[in-house]
Structures are given as C-alpha cells and as structure tokens.
C-alpha cells in the first residue's frame, strides 16, 4: 500500500495538539496576524525548520508569500506561477506533497540553503485552492504520513480563520465605509464651499482605503480636459503635474466608459502617462472610479498604493459608494455656486430697478416746478434788442428749460419701459424657486422658513422675474426685522373675491401706524430708520402694475402680516 493511501487515525496527543493549535489560531481576527499564528504553529507541531503561508493572486496568477517564519527578507519576496515549484504542483493539483530529498525532486525551488525535506498541503477556501502551507526542515525524510495528515487537518482549521478573518475585514470595510459616509454628509450639510468639499472627500477616501494618496480628478466645462481639483497625500510634482486629455489619458478611459480602472503597478503600465512621476512620489497600484451624477460623469475618484496591491470588489464597490456620494456633494456645491450667483444678479437687478423707480420719482417732482418755471419765463415775456447783452441771457435761460425738459421726458420714458410683460405663473412654483434661493441667508440668519401652499392653486397673470423680485425684497426686508432671528411663513391661498393672495409672516418688531401708512409709498417719503426705503417702494410699485393689492397686518413688538393679492388667470 503506497503512503499516499495510507489513511491514520489521528492519536489522541495529536487530536489533543491540533486542539491547541486551533485555539491559538482562532484567537485573532486580524488577517495578517492570523496567518503569521498559522504558520508559526504549523513549524511548531511538524518540528520544521521553517515555513510560509502562499497566497495566490488572483489578478496577477502569482502565488506570493503572505506570512512566513525562519525565512530571509529576500526568500519571502520569491514569487512563484501556479504549477512552478513544489508549492506550485500543490497549489495546481489541489494535492499535498511529501518530499523526503528535494534534491531529488526537479519541481523544487531553493528558498533556503540547507532544506532538505518539505512537505506541502493545499488550502481550500469555500471549496477553492486559494494557497498552500509549505513547512520545511533540515533533515532528510523529516515528514511522516501522519505529519501530513496533521497538516491538512490544520490546513482545514487555517482555511476557516482565514475565511472569518476575510469576513471581518470585509465588515470593517463597511463599517469604516459607513463612518466615512457619514462624515462626508456631515461635511456636505455644514459647508456649501466646493474646494472643501473636496478635500474633505479625498481624506475620506485614503484613510477608508487605506491608501498611500487619493486624488480627485473634474472634467472641464468643454469636457475635453481633466483637472485636478483635490488630493490627499500628494507631493508637490503630482499636484504641479499637466493636467489629462479626456480622449487619451487612462483616467479620460473611466470618465468616458463610467467604469472602474484597477492597474497593478503604474510604474510599469505603458496606459499610465506619469511613469516617472508615479516612481518618484512612490504609487504603485491604481483603483480609479467614475464620479457620476445624473447619469453624467464628471470625473473621476483615484486611490494609490505604496506597494503592489489587488483591490477586491468590495474595495470597489466601497470607493464606488464613495464616489456616488461626491458626486452629490460636487454638484451641490456647484448649484449654491450657481445659486449665489443668481442671488447676486437678483440684487444687481433690484439695483437698477430701484434706481430707476428713484429716477423716476425725481424726474416727476422736477417736472411740475421745471413746468411752472418754464411757464412764468414765456409770461414774462422777456423780449431785449438783440444789442443787449439781457437778450443772450435769455435766450440761453429757455435753452436749458428746455434741455432740463428733454431730460426729464428721457428719464420718464426709461422708467415706462419695466412695464411688465404679462404670462400664466403658478405662485406656488415661484415661492419654492426664491426659497430655494434664500435658504442659506434665512439659516445664517437663524430664521425657520415654514411653507403652506396649497395645491391646485390657480394661476395669474404676472411677469414672474417682477413678481420674483417683488417677493425676494419682502423676504430680504423681514428677515432684516428679525436680526435675532425668527420664523417666516409664506402661504398661499384663495380669497373669497376669486383673487391669489401670498402672504408674508415675520416674528419680527412690528410696524407703527406710520410706518405702514407709508410703506409702500414714495421713496422719498421713507420712514425707515436705516437703509433708503427702496425695496418695499419697489414692492408697491411692481404690485401696482400688475393689479394688485396690498394689505399689511402688524402691531408694534408683534410681527408683521405682508399680503398681497392678484387677480387670477
């Protein structure tokens, strides 16, 4: 009967010894921790000289040396194919081997000077040959039957702490994706700043990788160059590097294609632009992810290694939740941006609104004395021989009467054209539009902003850029009246005369009798203790040409009741 068939029961000492040894092994979850148990047990209970612990990779076909004891530096970087060596026949065959005189055997690969026996058991992960435990010793013939039986029964037990510790590490992922998530919807919820934002994601995204660097890479607004706009862990020639053409770099490749990129070794890899600055900064192996929004890529999220790694697809699929969640927080970043913008262009526009109410309202006081002086100068029928000096001054006074007059009907006929330009508009939609601009000044201010539109609201027939103004000075003018802040409540709704009315509630100081007398009246007749009474004139007079009413409710210390009323459509 030959040894291979030979079958023996484990003693009682040996089953005793495999106990212990499986306590032991069993006693971390670490995984690279666990595998150094695994081997240094498996040398101690063969009485080996040495040992290692294969794993074989499954993007390169590798088998690498995880683990390792009594081996040299140089020994545990020896990488071997599948079928190349003892350990690699074992690893192909899913069979242990027991040699008894390597120098016998052609398969063998020297990895120690004075070994001259090895023995070599598969270790199956879920029913897959995923590496193999190699012990070796010093003695010919050192290995028994029973050795080897021992092994492959601590072979099983390694295989299930790897499995477990391969299940924790996958739940640490998780849990460190989870953490990182919440952290980056904290920042998302606390800063409307892009650039940080960014950086933010990047940290995020090499502390949740573990990684030596991660960068952050956006497509311009012409799509056809990639710009980097945040990194983490980067050196002063990565973040000085060119930016990347879209249509020939190999992070342009998962923008256009919205999938993931895993690259061995960047150093090696012909695709990868920056050979030399990848060897320099020291990044070796490469998981870029799409950055996608809306269905759109927008860039792309990037992680480096220090050394030679495969991502598993958890990794990805982490960095890839990741890489969703940035997306949401780059465009959010980018509509405030936007947002601010139109804030912005808005107050410009009540500017020059208001400045041309101002001017009108002047242009109408100068007109009625300009009208009387123009009058009582052709009464006085101011007639002098043309050799008198008087008949020049004269002639030079009804010159510019008239000129004041040309220039008054010019500033009348500029403030004539904001008539407003009539169309359907669902009040509704523009309360939830100009809230959406104001809701960042509301909470700087402290002031809760509460909605009751009703639906089904008809429509009116308004200019809606006017309205939106209109609307925008009323919110901007109570949110000045609560400096402590408040509560402000926009409500919509249907009179009983069939008219739309939207009302504005403050929580601020009140008005006085006076002061809603005059309100809407002449800017020139403002009772406001600061600022210049404009924006409420302005309100009065886009309500005005559209129909309108206004009504004010208010009590001095109480708050303040804006409504404002439009015919429907």
């Known amino acids: 009967m030959s040894e291979e068939s030979h079958k023996p029961k484990l003693t009682p000492e040996r089953l005793s010894l495999l106990y212990q040894v499986s306590n032991v092994i069993h006693s971390t979850l670490d995984s690279q921790e666990a595998l150094h148990l695994i081997v240094s047990e498996a040398v101690r209970v063969m009485r080996a000289s040495s040992g290692s612990l294969v794993l074989i990779n499954p993007t390169t076909s590798f088998m690498e040396i995880h683990a390792a004891h009594n081996l040299s530096s140089a020994a545990r970087k020896l990488k071997l194919r599948v079928g190349e060596g003892i350990t690699g026949w074992v690893a192909r065959h899913g069979k242990p081997a027991r040699v008894g005189d390597v120098t016998q055997d052609h398969r063998y690969v020297s990895v120690r000077r004075d070994v001259r026996s090895e023995l070599a058991v598969p270790l199956e992960v879920q029913g897959e040959v995923r590496g193999v435990i190699n012990v070796d010793s010093d003695r010919v013939n050192a290995f028994s039957v029973d050795d080897q039986e021992l092994l492959q029964e601590l072979s099983i037990q390694a295989s299930k702490v790897i499995h477990n510790t391969w299940l924790y590490e996958q739940l640490r992922l998780k849990v460190l994706l989870f953490e990182s998530l919440s952290s980056v919807s904290q920042t998302i919820n606390s800063t409307l700043n892009l650039d940080e934002a960014l950086r933010v994601i990047t940290y995020e995204g090499c502390k949740l990788m573990r990684a030596r660097m991660c960068s952050l890479m956006l497509l311009d607004e012409s799509r056809q160059w990639l710009d980097l706009r945040a990194s983490y862990g980067a050196g002063e020639a990565y973040v000085n590097k060119p930016r990347l053409g879209a249509e020939e770099s190999l992070l342009g490749v998962v923008v256009r294609r919205k999938k993931s990129v ?181 909470a700087n201010q402290g002031v809760k902003l509460v909605h009751d539109l009703p639906k089904d609201l008809p429509l009116v027939m308004a200019d809606a850029p006017q309205l939106e103004q209109a609307f925008l000075n009323l919110i901007l003018n109570a949110v000045e009246v609560m400096a402590e802040g408040g509560t402000l409540t926009i409500k919509t709704a249907v009179l009983k005369t069939g008219r739309v009315a ?60 804006i409504r404002i009323s439009l015919p429907a459509k």
Not at 266 to 285: F, K
Not at 287 to 313: C, E, K, M, Q
Not at 324 to 344: F, G, H, M, P, T
Not at 506 to 518: A, L
């Open 262 to 442: 895993q690259v061995p070794n960047v150093q090696a890899d012909t695709r990868y632009q920056n050979v030399e600055l990848a060897r320099r900064e020291g990044l070796v192996s490469l998981l870029s992810v799409p950055l996608i929004f809306a269905g759109h890529s927008i860039g792309a999220l990037n992680v480096y290694t220090a050394r030679p790694y495969n991502f598993s697809n958890e990794e990805i699929r982490i960095l890839g939740a990741l890489a969703e969640l940035s997306a949401i927080a780059i465009e959010k970043a980018r509509l405030y941006e936007r947002i601010v913008d139109v804030e912005e262009q808005l107050r410009q526009n009540e500017k020059l609104s208001a400045l041309g109410l101002l001017a009108a309202e002047v242009a109408h006081e100068i007109r009625n004395p300009l009208t009387v002086m123009k009058l009582l100068y052709h009464s006085l029928n101011l007639k002098f021989e043309d050799k008198d000096p008087r008949n020049k001054d004269a002639q030079i006074i009804e010159s510019k009467i008239e000129h004041l007059n040309k220039i008054v009907e010019q500033i009348l006929d500029f403030a004539r054209t904001t008539e407003p330009k009539f169309a359907p508009v669902n009040m509704n939609d523009l309360v939830d539009e100009l809230s959406l601009l104001v809701r960042h000044k509301l």
């Open 502 to 561: 939207v009302s504005f509630k403050d929580t601020g100081i009140g008005m006085t009798k006076e002061q809603q007398d005059r309100a809407f009246k002449s800017v020139l007749a403002t009772t406001k203790a600061k600022g210049n009474g404009l924006g409420l004139a302005i309100v009065g007079r886009i309500i005005e040409t559209h129909h309108g009413q206004i009504q004010i409710f208010s009590r001095a210390g109480h708050g303040t009741t």
